[in-house]
């Protein structure tokens, strides 16, 4: 059996498609170090991503977002779970694409809108009409989603599968990569 790489994995896509839950498992499986990408900037910056929107803006934490890719973990023997809006700013599915392999997780609008009802933590949700803003943030994302990295659907999809799946992607991913 070949040794498996130390290629970073980057996990992509809208808020509640999974990134966190398979990250973690993900992370078990190679032997990595796992991060959420949200709850290292709340911790480095001392207080909820709600608040540092509020206070700051979206643009300056899109701006720390890229500070922490760039350099908020190993280079090489990390999973890490992207915020959902991270990949939309110019230049960030390029970056991740440098620092390792891109993996898009999707799923639809009705999952979505089921996963995230819960949590009270996610700034680009909060208002009345939750369903419309998730629509509208998907559409507006989904051309971007797609292109960052390959595609898997966790609809009704149990966890261990997902994580199979992304297992196969990112092994055949980091051979094609270990070849240019």
């Known amino acids: 059996m070949d040794k498996t790489p130390d290629t970073n994995l980057y996990l992509v896509g809208f808020m509640g498609t999974g990134k966190s839950t398979v990250g973690r498992q993900m992370a078990r499986r190679l032997g990595f170090r796992f991060f959420d990408s949200d709850r290292e900037i709340e911790h480095a910056q001392g207080r909820p991503i709600a608040d540092l929107f509020a206070a700051e803006g979206e643009a300056a934490f899109r701006g720390l977002e890229k500070k922490f890719i760039e350099s908020g973990h190993s280079p090489v023997g990390c999973v890490v779970a ?30 979505l809108l089921r996963r995230t009802t819960r949590t009270g933590h996610r700034p680009l949700l ?55």
């Not at 208002?127 to 559409?139: H, I, K, N, W, Y």
């Not at 994302?141 to 960052?148: D, N, V």
């Not at 999809?157 to 799946?165: I, K, L, N, S, T």
């Open 82 to 111: 992207c915020g959902g809006g991270l990949v939309v700013p110019a230049g960030m599915r390029e970056l991740l694409g440098r620092r390792g392999v891109v993996v898009c997780l999707h799923a639809s609008a009705e999952t």
């Open 126 to 180: 909060q208002g009345s009409d939750r369903e419309t803003r998730v629509r509208e943030l998907l559409a507006a994302r989904e051309k971007i989603y797609r292109a960052a990295g390959t595609l898997v659907l966790t609809d009704g999809q149990p966890v261990r599968e997902v994580v199979a799946h992304v297992l196969r992607i990112y092994r055949r991913e980091t051979r094609e990569r270990s070849r240019r």
